[in-house]
């Protein structure tokens, strides 16, 4: 039961709610349709399903190293990874993701991700009378974008990434290998 | 500034070779000027950094019980009539007794400075400090507005960090206050932007181990939870889902340097509009005095930044 107070948020919150299940199931209908229809001709995703990349920016932050295996035409699991130092501050980040991939051709599609994001902030001090802090979230990540596979792999990903610290946008580009 | 910092981001992610951009800035010294080691007297500041004193205004009787001080970053100040309308009509405003104020500007041919004038609409003296100049020959720097005298005034200069653009001189102006037969020391700051915590810390401590073992210490530690990439690029994935408490990182430190910490639970003190975020990173601290309560003024809409207020007691 909602409180009286929480309606208003809540109302202004139905809308996107009503646009993120939509989207949804005209994903699941595409993804549905596609495995339904077997390409004329064998895709990039099924010769090399396996995916290595190296990300600049996208879902680690600053870079990330991922790996992908495609188990189906249109579908995929995977993670990124990034553990990046600066000014003495460690920031690891691990972000693990489902693919789909809702047109598509031989080698290029469109590329839609979702999934989960952590992140662990260690900020050590360097200064007398600060001990320090850290931080540590989880939270959620989705991203769409453009990917180009053969060997070679190159993707572009709009992402937005939220948690308690709210919802941020952000992207970044892959370049990577695939095989089989 | 939080506004131009977002909007900086958002332009960035687009453009991957920031990346590169942002790395290479990162190979930058820690500081690239130590900053000074004392308040200069205004008297020994000459050119186009003069710093302004003016006590035109009759000394107000001395507080009842507990004395406003009002630290707010004005966003340059350019609405003075704003300004002077929020800390006359506002009436946690207009309780102020002394008020930090943030960014402002003067500018030439616009009948003396802006502090100065948002002073004397409201009946209060001021001390300027310009940080910097602007080609036309105006400057951009802190002030502190008083009911009562300002009997000394000085600039610390803050350790200098290259941020690859924008970088800009940080100072710290400190006042003493003649309230009755009582002394007051204010200290006001303004702190870089696209710097991460122990570089903050760094270039506040500068100031704190020169503050008073008495005194109100208050102004824009611009404390953005973020974690910043080669001082260019704020990582918003780690800020969405780990935000680092850069403004608690702050109130730890004044607290370990024997201050009291009265606005830590303000909340946020931007002024943004969505889908922009806002965040506290305005706070005012006190070491020897007693603060009995504190609050942001949210209905004060003239700059991209809310009021925050403090009463202290008044002895």
Redesign the interface.
């Given at each position: 039961m909602i409180a009286l107070t929480n309606v208003p948020r809540a109302m202004r919150l139905a809308p996107v709610l009503l646009r993120l299940i939509a989207a949804a199931a005209w994903l699941a209908g595409g993804v549905a349709a596609a495995a339904e229809d077997p390409p004329a001709e064998r895709s990039a995703r099924l010769e090399a399903p396996h995916a290595v990349y190296f990300e600049v920016l996208g879902k680690g932050g600053v870079y990330g190293v991922g790996y992908d295996w495609a188990f189906a035409d249109r579908l995929a699991v995977g993670g990124t990874a990034s553990f990046v130092v600066i000014d003495d501050q460690r920031v690891v980040t691990l972000a693990p993701y489902v693919s789909a991939y809702p047109f598509a051709g031989r080698s290029s599609a469109l590329l839609v991700q979702f999934g989960a994001e952590f992140v662990h902030v260690s900020v050590p001090s360097t200064v007398p009378g600060f001990s320090g802090t850290t931080s540590t979230g989880l939270g959620g990540q989705f991203s769409v974008g453009y990917e180009f596979r053969s060997r070679f792999l190159f993707r572009f990903l709009a992402t937005g990434v939220f948690g308690r610290g709210g919802f941020r946008p952000w992207a970044g580009i892959g370049l990577g290998g695939a095989f089989r | 500034m939080t506004a131009g910092a977002l909007r900086a981001s958002?332009r960035s992610?687009?453009l991957?070779a920031a990346?590169a951009l942002?790395?290479a800035a990162?190979a930058c010294a820690?500081h690239d000027h130590p900053g000074g080691d004392r308040f200069v007297p205004f008297a020994e500041i000459q050119g186009e950094l003069q710093p302004e004193l003016a006590n035109d205004a009759p000394p107000a009787a001395p507080p009842s019980g507990t004395l406003r001080v009002v630290t707010y970053n004005v966003h340059y100040g350019a609405d003075v009539a704003g300004l002077t309308a929020a800390f006359l009509d506002v009436p946690s405003l207009a309780a102020a007794g002394v008020v930090l104020l943030e960014e402002i500007d003067a500018h030439p041919g616009e009948g003396g400075t802006r502090a100065a004038r948002l002073a004397s609409a409201l009946g209060m003296n001021h001390a300027f400090a310009p940080a910097w100049a602007y080609p036309d020959g105006g400057t951009h720097g802190l002030a502190v507005l008083s009911r009562w005298p300002i009997t000394s005034a000085g600039v610390l200069d803050l350790p200098y960090f290259e941020l690859g653009s924008a970088s800009e001189r940080r100072i710290a102006l400190r006042v003493t206050l003649q309230i009755g037969d009582r002394e007051l020391v204010v200290i006001a700051i303004h702190l870089d932007t696209r710097i991460?915590?122990?570089?903050r810390?760094?270039q506040l401590?500068s100031a704190v181990q020169l503050a008073d073992p008495a005194c109100v210490f208050g102004g824009d530690f611009n404390t953005l939870?973020f974690?910043?990439?080669?001082r260019y690029?704020p990582?918003?994935?780690?800020?969405?889902?780990?935000?680092?408490?850069v403004a608690?990182?702050v109130d730890?430190?004044m607290v370990?340097?024997g201050f009291l910490a009265p606005t830590a639970h303000s909340g946020d003190t931007t002024n943004d509009s969505p889908?922009l975020?806002n965040f506290k990173i305005d706070s005012i601290y006190l070491r020897g005095y007693e603060a009995t309560g504190s609050a942001v003024e949210r209905s004060a809409t003239v700059s991209d930044h809310f009021p925050l207020w403090v009463d202290v007691v008044w002895p």
């Open positions: - | 958002v992610i687009a991957p990346a942002a790395l990162g820690r991460n915590v122990n570089d810390l760094t401590s939870p974690v910043w990439a080669g690029l990582l918003l994935p780690q800020d969405a889902v780990a935000p680092v408490d608690g990182a730890q430190y370990n340097q889908p975020p």
